[in-house]
């Protein structure tokens, strides 16, 4: 041990003889409380160990039961030692066997009532859970016990665990970015509001999802369900007196945070995990009431593509992906720059939020609603080692709300009235920006003027996450940057999920959507892998979780036929190990997809681009997409090969199915 340096870590595991006893008095630096029995000399000789080497024995920092801890014995093999005869040795054999058989027929009889009530179409929801729960057992990210201190200390006692979320969560819930003090003021609307209506609620109620966690009332959304039409008479009448008074009832100011792993970098780090704020249902579906109600007052600017009605992700890819196709197609510069805000939900300034929401021409009578919505509002943390204490939140957006999405597009909005350039120029998606311009100095100038109209106001710009790109970039036209420092040039970035290349290509994303398939099949393999299942709900599952995300975006790209083969090829894997044959087999494909009832992938890649490209054209003349379609940029194409075009892809798809842009105008 000491020939070995010491900034290695070093892990040595044994069946010692020593009992280093429970409890840890005058030992805590070294060993947890968790120890078993009395002290021996061999366990002082490993505690003695640990000291002079600096270690701790670990497995006595976590509580397990008495069998987990040491050998077991049961008493059945105590009597045995006592009375050792033939007789008693063959009677123990054949209770054995009698054993074994009626625990397997009890399992076997469990498994097929199960698997005949999942081959029904009212089993198909226990389906879904069952592989969410086997993907969930297989994690054992949820069941961290131990955390780092903001020192990257580890922290291994349930108090300081505790101690340690309550500290970042409250941290961060409750810390405001510096920002300028607003002098100029606004006026409020003062209007008559409306009555709650029934109508209204019942609307509310249909946009709850069941099925999902509740808050610290215990109360889930399937009761007032259930209720029917007395639950919304309730409701209605709850609501308008809420409305009126303009207090809500205490019991909805508590919440519950669970951090949740974001999957990438350290597990025990804090900083690694996102907070969602399990509310109260009957709280959501007031804020859905709200929601509907200041959605019809105010109107977002077209640049945002976050939660908007007849907006998505794949309006705002499409756009971009176009967009740099034209400029690659003319030997032309683009330039995007992607803009990354720090903590944007959790760093909003109440303050803004009610300008924002008044400057929208929101009723004062909603602003005062909402304002009691986040007055005095207190949570905990649900940890694995427990809850921690309450902790009040003064700063920021509600994770988890109905509402917050629709108050961050409000502040969004306001905030960016005076930097925003039109669709495709800029674009967001929450607070997802991306500012494209023809010139470096004026995407720099531009993401300058849009740090500052957000710092101003208590939103922050992340320099290191910000990141820029170049299409058809000529040779040291370098990068841009922010603050004097330089923003990170890359060649491809995930925008909303979809890979985009500064060559204009998607390659990339092929891959990428590969991985995503591969990512999809783990998280249902043990349903996919399961013999008793049959082919058919294999192939529904397949064609649910897998391939969903496989064709995620490729409606807005164009594939070769070697990207499209890359993509078949990954299905077939993901099928013949769901179906349980191999290549040895010589089983023809046809055969495997007909089996699991899945059709081609690249016929499904082909609907999908043709229903979007129909979508694009019957929209309006201004829609981003038609736009993006129609635009004409002076310069020409590079001599050679000519570079792949999405309107290629359309052509062929057209000549192949014998359609044409004049039936993608009609509908049916």
């Excluded at 998505?312 to 740099?324: E, K, Q, V, Y």
């Excluded at 078949?568 to 495997?592: H, P, Q």
């Excluded at 829609?623 to 129609?630: P, S």
């Amino acid at each position: 041990m000491e020939s070995i340096p010491t900034g290695e870590r070093v892990v040595i595991g044994a069946d010692f003889n020593g009992h280093v006893g429970e409890g840890n008095t005058g030992d805590e630096e070294v060993m947890g409380k968790f120890g078993v029995k009395e002290r021996n000399l061999e366990g002082q000789m490993v505690v003695d160990f640990a000291k002079r080497m600096d270690m701790a024995v670990v497995n006595t920092y976590f509580q397990k039961r008495e069998e987990h801890r040491v050998t077991y014995k049961s008493g059945a093999k105590k009597k045995w030692d006592m009375d050792r005869t033939e007789e008693n040795r063959q009677e123990y054999k054949e209770l054995q066997r009698r054993v074994k058989r009626e625990v397997s027929k009890a399992k076997q009889k469990a498994y097929d009532e199960l698997y005949t009530r999942l081959d029904t179409r009212e089993g198909e929801k226990d389906l879904y859970r069952l592989a969410r729960q086997r993907d969930r057992d297989g994690k054992d990210v949820q069941q961290v016990r131990v955390i780092k201190d903001r020192d990257g200390r580890v922290l291994t006692s349930e108090e300081s665990v505790q101690r340690r979320w309550k500290e970042y969560f409250e941290e961060l819930m409750n810390e405001e970015n510096e920002r300028e003090k607003r002098v100029e003021g606004v006026n409020s609307v003062e209007q008559k509001v409306d009555k709650i209506r029934k109508d209204e609620v019942r609307k509310a109620l249909k946009r709850m999802k069941s099925g999902k966690a509740v808050g610290p009332d215990d109360i889930p959304v399937e009761v007032w369900k259930c209720l029917g039409e007395a639950a919304v008479e309730f409701l209605t009448s709850l609501f308008n007196r809420v409305l009126e008074s303009e207090r809500m009832p205490e019991e909805w100011r508590r919440s519950v945070l669970v951090p949740i792993f974001k999957n990438k970098g350290d597990v025990q780090s804090c900083s690694n995990y996102r907070g969602i704020k399990l509310m109260s249902h009957t709280m959501k579906l007031w804020e859905r009431v709200v929601e509907a109600r200041l959605r019809k007052v105010v109107e977002i600017c077209e640049q945002q593509y976050g939660f908007m009605p007849r907006k998505s992700t794949t309006d705002a890819i499409f756009a971009l992906r176009i967009l740099m196709e034209k400029y690659r197609d003319g030997q032309r510069e683009l330039h995007c720059v992607f803009v990354d805000l720090e903590k944007a939900y959790d760093r909003v300034p109440r303050e803004e939020l009610w300008y924002c929401m008044r400057k929208s021409g929101v009723a004062e009578k909603y602003v005062r609603v909402v304002q009691d919505m986040y007055e005095r509002s207190r949570t905990v943390v649900r940890c694995a080692v427990g809850q921690t204490e309450e902790f009040k939140v003064e700063v920021g957006l509600h994770q988890g709300s109905a509402l917050s999405p629709f108050l961050f597009a409000i502040v969004m909005d306001q905030l960016s009235e005076e930097v925003r350039q039109e669709s495709p120029w800029t674009m967001m998606f929450a607070d997802d920006i991306v500012i494209c311009s023809e010139s470096r100095e004026q995407v720099e100038e531009n993401l300058e003027r849009w740090r500052f109209a957000l710092e101003r106001r208590g939103m922050k710009v992340s320099c290191s996450k910000t990141e820029y790109m170049c299409v058809n970039e000529r040779e040291g036209s370098g990068t841009v940057r922010l603050q004097g420092e330089e923003v990170k040039k890359v060649q491809e970035f995930k925008y909303l999920g979809s890979t985009v290349q500064s060559n204009g290509e998607c390659g990339k994303e092929v891959k990428k959507r590969v991985q995503a398939g591969w990512n999809g099949w783990r998280k249902v393999w043990g349903v996919l892998c399961e013999r008793k299942i049959s082919a058919r709900i294999k192939g529904k599952v397949y064609r649910t979780v897998v391939r969903a995300a496989m064709l995620y975006g490729l409606e807005t790209v164009s594939l070769r036929k070697r990207q499209e083969s890359e993509l078949e090829v990954a299905e077939l894997k993901m099928l013949r190990f769901s179906l349980g044959v191999t290549r040895l087999d010589r089983i023809r494909n046809e055969y495997i997809r007909g089996t699991a009832h899945v059709g081609r992938l690249g016929d499904k890649v082909r609907e999908a681009r043709l229903r979007w490209f129909g979508h694009v054209q019957r929209r309006e003349s201004e829609y981003i997409g038609r736009r993006m379609l129609d635009m004409e940029l002076p310069g020409r194409r590079q001599r050679g090969r000519p570079k792949r075009r999405y309107m290629d892809g359309i052509n062929e798809d057209m000549k192949l199915v014998g359609a044409s842009v004049e039936d993608a105008e009609d509908r049916d």
